[in-house]
């Protein structure tokens, strides 16, 4: 095996010095093996009616189960319980790879009875010193199967990284295929600052007083149950669907 140095700046009529193995004594250096920066649960090596092998229930948990259900075309995590019901199960991976990076949490899920008020959720728990991370995709309140996913950041300082499932006042809905991937560094997409004023900063600002009185105001029993993952996302959403708006017509319209 001949390798062949070439050397910047060589006329067309000079031709590279060709050095045989045996009169180099360059090594050949194998880059070491990075592992894939992904993860997948499909459920499969569950036991019919027990919580899938590696995932552990949250202690604070009441009057809900996760078991896995097999069916005629595989098996999927089912999540029961009642009104009054709430819990969570996690299963711990391997922080190293997904350390700085943006990821992506997807899974399909169905609800199915489904009812107003339902929450039940997937995502992702990032330690880090002194904090807790949670990213968490939408509620899984649609009949049917649908895919449901969220972006969030892990740390480059986390120190653990679990995968969640979580529900709270549901009567039933189930889960397969759920996988978190790298997608970039962290941050990776992310909109650049930029000023926020005139008829902007007045929408954001209407926006936020009222997001103020429904949350700590509003009588519902889905204003008193919304966690914390949920108002971010329904802040998020509220910012981007107001900061545009012409008037105070649409304005009024859009809130």
Not at 6 to 32: L, N
Not at 39 to 51: I, Q, T
Not at 121 to 138: F, L
Not at 211 to 223: K, N
Request: hydrophobic letters at 40%; charged letters at 25%.
């Amino acid at each position: 095996v001949a390798t062949v140095a070439m050397w910047a700046g060589c006329s067309p009529r000079s031709a590279p010095a060709i050095h045989s193995a045996s009169e180099t004594s360059q090594p050949v250096v194998t880059p070491p093996a990075v592992a894939p920066a992904s993860e997948h649960e499909d459920f499969e090596r569950g036991s019919s009616g027990a919580l899938p092998p590696g995932w552990t229930l949250d202690p604070a948990s009441k009057g809900i189960a996760f078991s896995t259900v097999h069916g005629e075309t595989g098996s999927v995590l089912q999540i029961a319980g009642s009104r009054s019901s709430t819990g969570a199960i996690k299963r711990t991976v391997d922080v190293a790879p997904f350390r700085g990076k943006r990821v992506r949490i997807r899974v399909r899920g169905n609800c199915e009875p489904c009812s107003a008020g339902v929450q039940g959720n997937v995502g992702i728990d990032v330690v880090r010193p002194g904090a807790v991370d949670h990213v968490r995709t939408d509620d899984i309140a649609r009949v049917g199967w649908h895919e449901y996913h969220v972006l969030g950041d892990v740390a480059a300082d986390a120190t653990r990284l679990d995968l969640v499932v979580a529900g709270r006042r549901l009567p039933k809905f189930q889960i397969d295929d759920l996988a978190i991937e790298a997608v970039g560094e962290v941050g990776a997409g992310d909109e650049p600052a930029r000023p926020l004023d005139g008829r902007a900063l007045d929408n954001v600002v209407a926006f936020a007083r009222l997001y103020g009185i429904v949350r700590y105001f509003h009588p519902s029993d889905e204003a008193a149950e919304l966690d914390d993952a949920g108002w971010n996302r329904f802040v998020i959403r509220g910012v981007r669907r107001v900061e545009d708006a012409s008037d105070a017509a649409a304005l009024a319209s859009r809130l």
